[in-house]
């Protein structure tokens, strides 16, 4: 390669976020620079996510877009979830692909690079027989004061619709000590936010003779120096314990917010979800985190027209969302994923009945918020900084609850606040943002 240009495009959650900057850092390390287009790029990467539906074929139909830049010394290759999934199968459907590699090969990226270098053109990466936690050595982080930090890798649930397990492997938990050694690196570097990661963040279990379960990491990145936020995502409710509502009221700098995924609120599709949980089970922990010492807004995932959900079932997700109001919610439809239980099941729902589920679901959602974030107009929220909206003379920064709050500040002006944390009243709200005056010091 002469220029040894590259293009990335991510797919997906946080935790592919992450994974690319990962893969952007051990591509500069070996020389490459970032371009802006594919067109541009002599190495074209799609980092890719297999939880939503059709989502192979988006990225099938990306790599057909430049299927005619091929023959012009262009090099493509797939990365992350649906590159496991696929595997080599990937080659067949489209012969130009060269590399095709998962997130447990990323820290071996360096190896497949001199593979591509040399003129072989078909590099895997596919293996997740490994105890590693696919840390890299070189990680180019895209946010200048939040850094995501990855504890746990990987998935030993078996939830029916899921196909995590298969594409990121078995749980594998850093040691706590490597963990606050990054923590502490950041801090230096002057990031002041950072973000624990894992597919199942609570179920980290320190393999060092520390022991430390997610609690007590959750306390120690706390307590080091320098760090004014740390928040984690995402949470299984069986893994959800007292211990984590305790230490996130002993240590304020544990933002005030909980992603508790839900799916459904039908105890019978949780068992045939096989999410290990009933629904009052997971009302007992959101009972912890409404009787807790702090006020804790609340997120969730909720999925409608799983197999055999009857309107019974689906109205009982409905009365749970009046009964815990959620902050704000991701929603779904079902859609069959590969290599999951839920993929033979019977008892279908017809697609439009799931999208008729999905509209009532999120209307009533919708008010839930416009009501909640009415609530707040008056209050002062703390708010980092992260940019600009020049059109409407607006700073854009995000609360420890993590609500969006934009803001006018009249003694600022070009970029002098990014990066910093500036008390706000709230004035005006949205059902997804909140609008606010900075508070004079």
């Known amino acids: 390669m002469s220029g040894k240009t590259f293009y990335i495009e991510t797919f997906g959650c946080q935790m592919n976020v992450h994974d690319s900057e990962k893969v952007v850092g051990a591509l ?121 930090l990855t504890i746990i890798e990987g998935c030993d649930k078996s939830c029916a619709y899921c196909v995590v397990p298969f594409t990121r492997g078995p749980e594998r938990s850093r040691t706590s000590e490597s ?57 299984h409710p069986r893994d959800f314990g007292t211990d984590i509502v305790d230490a996130m009221d002993a240590n304020p700098v544990i933002c005030d917010h909980v992603h508790l995924p839900v799916q459904s609120g039908s105890t019978r599709v949780l068992a045939a979800m096989e999410r290990l949980y009933t629904r009052d089970e997971y009302m007992r922990r959101i009972e912890w985190l409404k009787t807790a010492r702090r006020k804790y807004s609340i997120t969730t995932d909720i999925i409608v027209g799983f197999p055999g959900e009857t309107e019974e079932d689906f109205q009982q997700t409905l009365r749970l969302l009046d009964e815990v ?68 003379g607006q700073w854009i920064g995000r609360t420890s609850d993590n609500r969006v709050l934009n803001f006018t500040h009249p003694g600022a002006n070009g970029n002098s606040l990014v990066g910093q944390y500036v008390p706000v009243r709230v004035t005006r709200s949205g059902p997804n943002s909140l609008v606010g005056e900075a508070v004079a010091g």
């Open 325 to 392: 109001e959620y902050d704000s919610l991701f929603s779904f439809k079902y859609s069959p994923r590969p290599n999951t239980a839920a993929l033979g099941m019977e008892d279908r729902i017809p697609e439009e009945e799931k999208q008729r589920r999905l509209m009532i679901l999120q209307e009533k959602q919708r008010a839930i918020q416009i009501r909640r974030n009415a609530e707040l107009i008056g209050e002062a929220r703390e708010t980092l900084v992260e940019g600009r909206n020049q059109a409407l």
């Open 179 to 235: 963990v606050l050694a990054e923590a502490r690196r950041l801090a230096e570097q002057g990031y002041s936010e950072i973000q624990l990661l894992g597919q199942n963040v609570n179920s980290y279990r320190d393999p060092s003779p520390a022991g430390w379960n997610f609690a007590a990491l959750l306390a120690g990145v706390a307590g080091v120096p320098g760090i004014r936020r740390v928040r984690y995502t995402t949470s």
């Open 28 to 148: 500069m390390a070996r020389g490459y620079a970032p371009v802006e287009t594919p067109e541009a790029a002599e190495l074209i990467l799609y980092n890719t996510c297999s939880i939503r539906d059709k989502a192979e074929q988006k990225v099938f139909n990306r790599l057909q877009q430049f299927k005619r830049d091929a023959g012009k010394g262009k090099i493509f290759g797939v990365l992350g979830c649906v590159a496991q999934q696929e595997g080599e199968k990937i080659f067949e459907r489209a012969p130009h692909v060269s590399l095709v590699a998962g997130s447990a090969s990323y820290t071996r990226l360096g190896e497949m690079l001199v593979q591509l270098e040399a003129g072989n053109r078909r590099v895997t990466g596919l293996s997740l027989d490994t105890e590693e936690t696919f840390e890299t050595p070189f990680t180019r982080r895209d946010n200048p004061h939040r850094a995501y």
